[in-house]
């Protein structure tokens, strides 16, 4: 379960208190090597499948107080510490035992209930640890998340192609003039632009909706949430600056970026 990914967002930054920066790699590490299961490699679903449970084992048993394996030891103590509620991390494990199976969403509020259990839990698990978790901030986290997660789905159409998968709903593809095809061939044409725009704008409302919670943490912890919001906005830009043709240019933050968001985020 090794921190070794290319993140678009801070993992633990400098910018976090010192004293959660090894909650923060705890459970990114437990995210991590759990989609790594579900995702990466030539295993078949029954072994992926199987290997997720081993991570759910773990769960249940940090939950009743006992002791788990040796690599989920960590968590344990993480979880101990901050009294970590385990729905989240068993929600994660639920979308990626999904990911297994199911390849396409066929509506918008499919795609949401797949980011309410793909992306939300983290930001859960942050609140929890930032001591933050009324109702509000948590309807706020949750904005923040989906968002983050449709944006990711948008900067990597071509690599979750490579894997037969779609992160766009196929009624908004159908109400654009979009097939299949577009994605299989590259088509950047004016309904894939038109769709993409539609995308683009409905994650970056969906992410100001949730930014206000930049502003009510205070301190490192409010300037850390505001740099990955930041962050989040900066991809959208720059997909449209590509004119939405992320078959070609996928999207990345470059060190000129972090210095312009830090600047927007302060």
């Known amino acids: 379960m090794a921190v070794d990914h290319y993140e678009n967002f801070p993992v633990a930054s400098l910018l976090l208190p010192k004293h959660l920066r090894r909650a923060v790699t705890d459970i990114y590490r437990f995210a991590r090597g759990a989609d790594d299961v579900a995702d990466e490699g030539d295993a078949r679903p029954s072994e992926r499948k199987a290997a997720l449970q081993t991570y759910r084992q773990a769960i249940l048993t940090i939950e009743q107080g006992a002791k788990p394996e040796a690599p989920f030891a960590p968590l344990a103590q993480t979880m101990a510490q901050h009294h970590l509620p385990a729905e989240p991390f068993l929600d994660l494990l639920s979308a990626f035992e999904q990911d297994i199976e199911q390849t396409r969403y066929e509506d918008y509020s499919a ?76 088509k950047a044409d004016t309904a894939w632009r038109a769709l993409m725009q539609f995308q683009v704008d409905r994650a970056r409302g969906l992410l100001n909706s949730g930014l206000p919670l930049g502003k009510t943490l205070s301190g490192r912890i409010g300037l850390e949430l505001r740099l990955i919001i930041q962050g989040g906005l900066r991809i959208l830009e720059k997909i449209e600056h590509i004119h939405f043709d992320v078959f070609r240019h996928r999207p990345i933050l470059r060190p000129w970026d972090w210095i312009l968001m830090l600047w927007r985020a302060l």
């Open 111 to 186: 795609l949401l209930d797949y980011c309410r259990r793909s992306a939300n839990p983290v930001g859960t698990l942050m609140l929890y640890l930032y001591k933050t978790t009324d109702a509000h901030s948590m309807t706020q986290s949750a904005a923040i998340c989906s968002a983050l997660q449709l944006i990711n789905f948008l900067q990597d159409v071509a690599i979750d192609w490579q894997k037969d998968r779609i992160y766009l709903p196929l009624e908004d593809l159908k109400h654009f003039g979009v097939t299949e095809q577009h994605i299989a061939q590259a």
